[in-house]
């Protein structure tokens, strides 16, 4: 099973080489010393991660070639867009026609379709962004395996379920040998070309132990590592790049003030972004952005939130459901609905027609087991699956009955694909140039 496809490399440019596919040239950065003209690569995120054999090419390119093509006819079919009906809403109809030939909306013409509610007009407003996807991302989607290193948390988050105020909650913290055995087995048995580390702020770890885990992942185990252990500072950062990783999951959650205070007692927003801007001017991969549906949040918010992630220079934007958790402050709350959050979705989309990987998180996956097809129908071109220890999975409990809490690696797998061949989807995620 293989979440990426081997290219070959056709030209080094310094640091960057052009892979071809099946006649597609995309490009990445190279930091592997040995990578060579003619050689086979995975590539994941922009990175080369690893080196694989001719042979071993050469047989996975046959199975894939036809494969190739049929996903992306199928692709194409999915997302054709038309604005002729004339029943529709003239002003409505205009706006999209204005953001499918990528010209950029003013904040009225956003706000105007972050407020749609007719089901006409959101549907229209999902092909658009399912045609800018294709447009500009073709049909390439990413796809992410998560192992959840440790539930403790200093912080007290006010709608998090691992939070310190949660004393019902069982706790666990994998040892290095447990994560180095996840890691071992979704890039060895299951073919993960890209691994998110992730933990709550739990002191338990020091920053050297975990630049020491990340350095052997890489080295027994290449893949591009994406970690998300909250802030822990610029210091912290700088060991895990030097180590190996390359990406930051860090969502800011709200780009509003008051509301970031009200939900992060005794955290500050401008610290948050700090960390998110200096590890971007380290050379991070950022996946940023934030929550949908919590107390006291405007459309204006929502907007500004989008337009946040892009000036964070988000290389995936994370935008999930409030869902309440029973032991927390917001305990009362109602959760998210599922078309509210595909439509941030979808105006993402249409606010980075060109750069950014939109996820379709758990949260979202959560609320509806059709959900992750009608967002990847939205705009949405990249999954994460849950890779951490089935023993474990359950005590990460953020928010309730997570989706694939007790589903083993190779279900998700096989329901996953599934998915994206239905979709016309290829687990490509390079630039084409
Ligand atoms: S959201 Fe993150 S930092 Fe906040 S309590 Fe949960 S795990 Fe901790």
Known sequence: MCYAIPG??????????I??????????????AQVKVGDYIYAQGGFVVSKISPSEAESILEVWKETFFHLQEVDLKLSRLHLGDKNTDRGLLEILDKASQSKELNRDELLYLLELKDQAGLELLFKTANFLRQKYHKNSCCVHGIIEISNYCIQKCHYCGISYHNKELQRYRMTKDEIL???QVAVQEYGFKSLVLQSGEDPGYSADELADIIKEIKEKFPSLIFVSFGEVGIGGLEK??????RGLLMRFESSNPKIYRDLHPGQNLESRLMHLRQAYKMGYLIITGGLIGIPGQGKEDILNDIFLAKELHAEMFSFGPFIPHPHTPLAGVKPAQVEEVIKV????R????????????????????EAAKSALLAGANSLMLNVTPLAYRQFYSIYPNRAHQSEDIAVQIESTVSLLRSLGRAPTDLETI
Not at 345 to 348: F, I, K, N, S
Not at 350 to 368: C, F, M, P, R, Y
């Open 181 to 183: 055995k996840s890691a």
């Open 350 to 369: 249409i606010i980075d027609n060109t750069q950014a990987k939109i996820l379709v998180t758990t949260a979202l996956e959560t609320l509806s087991s």
């Open 240 to 245: 895990l790049y030097q180590a190996g990783a």
């Open 8 to 17: 070959k490399v056709e030209k080094i440019e310094k640091n960057t080489v």
């Open 19 to 32: 892979v071809d596919y099946f006649g597609e040239k995309r490009k990445a950065l190279n930091e592997l």
């Open 345 to 348: 979705l979808a105006v993402a």
